[in-house]
């Protein structure tokens, strides 16, 4: 298993600490942004315009995030590249989403609200296999003193994480029949991030997720020290899903009553959410866990239909593969966030860097 990056912000207003950032880590943010300029060029059709979309997002994340999108100019400029490629990385979920709605969606989510302990979230994130390099550990104090923590990609502000005020969020693609529109909304990993630097409780997570206006589909499992529950967003929704028993299980597909009609994830067409979400609640059903670590071991579950903790599949284009990039537990009561690189079971991943 290698080491996870990571990088500590100093306490600075927004454009300084993207500044910092970019310059801290120019060939890495360098490296995301043309990853994924090329991802949206191989998933988009003929005519896909990438950066006239994120030009829209730009001007709304200036309007609703006005420091996010401060602190988004300033990456680009440490980083010395285009400010509207930063905005597009940030928007990437909302652009992957119109450039092919059928495409990519994996992660495995567990919430854990015991009735006589703290509430804690544990979640693999997988992605393209051949992005393996382009994520880290990033610790983001604030000038108030209040910090938050989040796993997330270089150039992209936030994605799972945890505050010092004892917010969690955990985060599940989705993909919903409203998702094919031309709108533009909040994305969702600026929403992570305004949870993350911004709420105090679960209630107040939870308010800002009902509130937000979206354009495409995501699951945001939200957490404090006492409570917890998913919220499936979609440009039509929300739906909410609380824990049963103390247990709560998220992968790709819509389960609220709000959303499961436009579920563009059937069980047909990609058993594996479905595989991933029923080994799970067996799992995690038939012995409850009292810890992460019983979490963990569930999910070191391997099933070549659907596995929580994936590695490469050989048979696909490189460009294609997907893993689990990293496994992390999410303790707001501590506050604290357990990052592993890699999946579950410890087993580094043998990326091919060969362009397919």
């Not at 927004?14 to 910092?20: A, D, K, L, M, Y």
């Not at 980083?79 to 509207?84: C, E, F, T």
């Not at 992460?292 to 460009?319: F, K, T, Y």
Request: hydrophobic share 40%; proline share 7%; aromatic share 6%.
């Amino acid at each position: 298993m290698s080491p996870v990056r990571t990088f500590t912000s100093s306490p600075l207003p927004p454009r300084e600490r993207g500044v910092e950032f970019g310059r801290g880590n120019a060939d890495a943010v360098r490296r995301s942004v043309a990853g994924y300029l090329e991802l949206f060029a191989r998933r988009g059709a003929p005519g896909y315009d990438a950066r006239r979309w994120a030009a829209e997002f730009r001007d709304l994340i200036g309007d609703l995030e006005p420091d996010a999108l401060t602190e988004i100019v300033g990456i680009a400029e440490g980083a010395r590249v285009d400010a509207l490629d930063v905005v597009a990385v940030n928007a990437r979920t909302e652009l992957l989403a119109k450039a092919d709605p059928y495409g990519q969606r994996e992660c495995s989510s567990v919430l854990v609200t015991p009735a006589d302990a703290p509430a804690y979230g544990v979640q693999t994130w997988d992605w393209y296999a051949s992005m393996a390099d382009n994520w880290l550990r990033w610790r983001v104090p604030q000038p108030d003193g209040s910090w938050l923590e989040t796993v997330t990609e270089y150039g992209l502000l936030a994605k799972i994480g945890v505050s010092s005020r004892g917010v969690g969020v955990l985060l599940n693609m989705l993909r919903h029949g409203g998702d094919d529109n031309d709108r533009v909304g909040l994305p969702v990993h600026l929403l992570s991030r305004r949870i993350l630097a911004r709420a105090a409780s679960y209630d107040e997570a939870a308010a800002m997720c009902q509130d937000a206006k979206v354009c495409a589909s995501t699951s945001l499992t939200v957490l404090d020290r006492g409570r917890g529950a998913t919220v499936e967003l979609f440009p039509d929704g929300p739906g909410v899903l609380e824990p049963t028993d103390g247990v709560l299980v998220r992968t790709n597909h819509f389960v609220s009553e709000a959303g499961r009609d436009g579920c563009l994830t059937p069980e047909d067409v990609y058993p594996s959410s479905y595989l991933r979400r029923r080994h799970l609640e067996r799992a995690l059903r038939a012995r409850p866990p009292g810890s992460p670590d019983d979490v963990l071991a569930a999910m070191e579950h391997h099933d070549p239909a659907g596995g929580v903790c994936r590695h490469p599949q050989q048979q696909l284009e490189a460009w294609q593969r997907s893993a689990t990039l990293a496994t992390v537990v999410v303790e707001p009561g501590v506050p604290s966030l357990r990052v592993m690189s890699g999946g579950p079971c410890g087993e580094p991943e043998v990326v091919s860097r060969e362009r397919g």
